[in-house]
């Protein structure tokens, strides 16, 4: 049996994003041999789950030692992270890498309007040195469907990266950067631009190429450097097919079909109210063929509304690329 992703994709309240997580919680209970034997571990009943707020979050550690893959699916592609010397990766087997495409696209749209209006720069060095990036799979996509002829990876030139912003700049176009933030940093070093409406997004860490900093000394170097107002950031991981974004002052928002829940940091099996500190949970009703409930090793805060911050990371954690910076 396969669930249809599509009535994912056109959620709008929260009770049809319970009917749905549940539909996928019963099924990936059954069909998802690891995270089944986890249930069964932990002496949980999935017949007696009745709202997403019950539901058991698979550690996101178990996608380094197992193959989280729904029985009878095989990879149409392997996602894996980037980690460092001695780390052991991350590995993410997508089945429909079609569902992946429908995520990225539908949520990129609904914060940044068309692609196909837009010019992307994309300033990315460390992951398109390496294999398996999904990012660079999303970046790719979108860049195939932007119809700017300025749009496109800029690895190590940035003075022509320089021109190519002053460019767009004085044309007045839509203008998005996505970079790793180390590279960034590179950029405003040796270049400044006064550019206010050119949006700035700044994903990744510093792939141990900088010493960490606190988001606000961060973005505060980058729009000083880039003569912006806010720098926006996307939170997004290999274990995920769904990305949260934020337009400043390092507030995310998720896509419909994602929410972020917290967990006690002392007790993983009991949530945390909202304005408290604990341990992100995401439910990603994307991975429908591996596991959409992921006890990430991310620390944070919902604010009411249910947009989110990231706060740093757990103890002894692995330092991960997608914008988790200590604050």
């Known amino acids: 049996m396969n669930i249809n992703p599509e009535p994912f994709f056109s959620i709008k309240d929260d009770r049809a994003f319970e009917q749905a997580a549940l539909s996928i919680f019963y099924y990936q209970a059954k069909n998802c041999q690891v995270y089944r034997d986890f249930i069964h571990h932990l002496g949980i009943i999935p017949t007696e789950i009745t709202s997403y707020l019950q539901i058991p979050f698979l550690p996101i550690s178990f996608f380094k030692s197992h193959d989280v893959l729904s029985l009878g699916q095989t990879a149409a592609i392997t996602f894996s992270s980037s980690g460092t010397t001695g780390q052991t990766q991350s590995k993410h087997l997508v089945a429909d890498v079609k569902i992946y495409e429908q995520s990225f696209n539908l949520a990129f749209e609904l914060f940044y309007g068309s692609i196909q209006d837009t010019c992307l720069l994309a300033l990315l060095p460390s992951y398109l040195e390496r294999k398996g990036s999904s990012l660079i799979y ?126 006690d940091t002392y007790d993983p099996l009991t949530l945390v109210a909202s304005k408290k500190t604990g341990g992100i949970n995401v439910i990603d009703l994307a991975n429908i063929n591996s596991c959409s409930f992921i006890a990430t090793q991310d620390l944070g805060k919902i604010h009411p509304n249910g947009s989110f911050e990231v706060l740093g990371r757990f103890d002894n954690a692995d330092i991960r690329g997608c914008n988790l910076l200590v604050q």
């Not at 030139?157 to 021109?163: F, G, I, R």
């Not at 998005?176 to 994903?203: H, N, R, S």
């Not at 860490?205 to 960490?212: A, L, S, V």
């Open 138 to 263: 999303m970046v790719d996509s979108l860049l195939s469907q932007s119809k700017h002829p300025q749009s496109g990876y800029f690895l190590h030139d940035l003075a022509t990266l320089c021109q190519t912003l002053n460019s767009l700049k004085a044309n007045g176009t839509k203008t998005i950067l996505i970079g790793v933030t180390y590279a960034l940093l590179d950029f405003v070093e040796q270049f400044k631009l006064d550019f206010p409406d050119l949006i700035v997004m700044e994903t990744g860490g510093m792939k141990g190429k900088r010493k960490e900093l606190v988001r606000e000394e961060l973005h505060q170097l980058l729009c000083d450097g880039f003569g912006v107002t806010k720098i926006h950031s996307e939170y997004g991981m290999t274990e995920l097919l769904s990305q949260a974004y934020s337009s400043g002052e390092g507030v995310f928002n998720c896509p419909p079909w994602m929410k972020i829940l917290l967990r």
